[in-house]
């Protein structure tokens, strides 16, 4: 009947004394930071100049607040027990934390399949591409992917959330459904082979996307005759193929990683690590390698100056 879960923070040394404790928080509110104010950055320059608004950066704004929100709702936590060492909350935040996490972060996979498609169209048929690439079908497009992921996660939150649990300890850095399902007092063999089934779907369909997506764009910028014309035509890729490499490679180890990894303690390490991975790395991504973006910045600041 108790409706309160203890999360603890144990990393089995790396941080046991106070000197790391304080070095592993400043690293992670410093990062933190960078990411709220690099991905907010990246969403109000889009949204504030029209030359922006293609379905390429409206795409971008929705991967830039999935990220954004997933690190707003799990890394201030993460901080509270860094430094305390352990942080009660009731069953009811902490499946909602579960849901809501597990629903960002699979909308950015599926939002990067749906980016590579944009760069299919915008590059293998650029004449048609506004007829295709219509307002209303960016917005069923993202609209879609949230949808799918609603579907997705409404089974095992529903048995999460009625499973009976024996303990109150929850080990790890906020509520992860694995670690939640830990401490059932039930049977959760198919709850896992679910998750797992799930998790490999939300991969492989917009990696499938992508993989093809390139495979036919490739086929398309080697039939252009000039080197010049095909280095311009692929920069337009370059910057969603970065981000495509470091999301899914991050993901890809969390799955594969070999057996000595595996532990408890890793695995909070890197779920955090890789959440805080790509949102780091969006905002530089897209202003550093995207002309569009870079040229926007550089009007804004000849203003101000």
């Known amino acids: 009947t108790n409706t309160t879960i203890v999360l603890e923070f144990i990393l089995n040394g790396f941080s046991s004394g106070p000197i790391q404790q304080i070095v592993v928080f400043l690293i992670s509110i410093v990062l933190f930071l960078i990411i709220l104010a690099g991905n907010t950055f990246v969403i109000i320059i889009i949204c504030a100049n029209k030359c922006l608004h293609l379905p390429m950066y409206f795409f971008l704004v929705a991967l830039s607040l999935s990220e954004t929100l997933s690190n707003i709702l799990v890394i201030p936590g993460v901080l509270s027990v860094i430094i305390r060492g352990q942080m009660s909350i009731s069953r009811v935040v902490c499946f909602t934390q579960s849901y809501f996490y597990f629903f960002l ?5 599926l939002y990067l399949g749906v980016m590579s498609y944009d760069r299919y169209v915008a590059i293998c048929h650029p004449l048609r591409y506004s ?42 850095l906020f509520c992860d459904s694995a670690a939640l399902m830990s401490l059932a007092c039930t049977d959760v063999r198919f709850l896992k082979f679910y998750g797992v089934i799930s ?14 997506s390139y495979i036919l764009i490739i086929s398309t910028v080697i039939r252009i005759p000039s080197v010049t014309g095909r280095q311009k035509t692929f920069s337009t890729c370059l910057s969603h193929l970065t981000m495509v490499v470091i999301v899914f490679s ?8 070999p057996p000595s990894y595996k532990s408890v303690s890793a695995n909070k390490v890197v779920t955090v690590g890789t959440t805080m991975l790509s949102a780091l790395v969006n905002p530089f991504v897209y202003t550093l390698r995207n002309e569009n973006v870079k040229a926007v910045v550089r009007t804004i600041l000849k203003q101000k100056r």
Not at 136 to 144: A, K, R
Not at 199 to 212: E, Q
Not at 250 to 257: C, D, E, K, L, N
Request: net charge positive.
């Open 105 to 109: 972060t699979g909308t950015c996979f």
């Open 131 to 172: 007829t295709i690439m219509r307002k209303e079908l960016c917005i069923m497009l993202v609209v879609g992917c949230q949808l799918t992921m609603c579907f997705c996660l409404l089974y095992p939150i529903t048995k999460i959330v009625h499973l009976p649990y024996c303990g109150q300890i929850l080990d790890h």
């Open 199 to 212: 998790s490999f779907i939300v991969l492989l369909v917009p990696l499938t996307l992508t993989l093809f």
């Open 250 to 257: 991050s993901a890809t180890f969390i799955g594969v990683r």
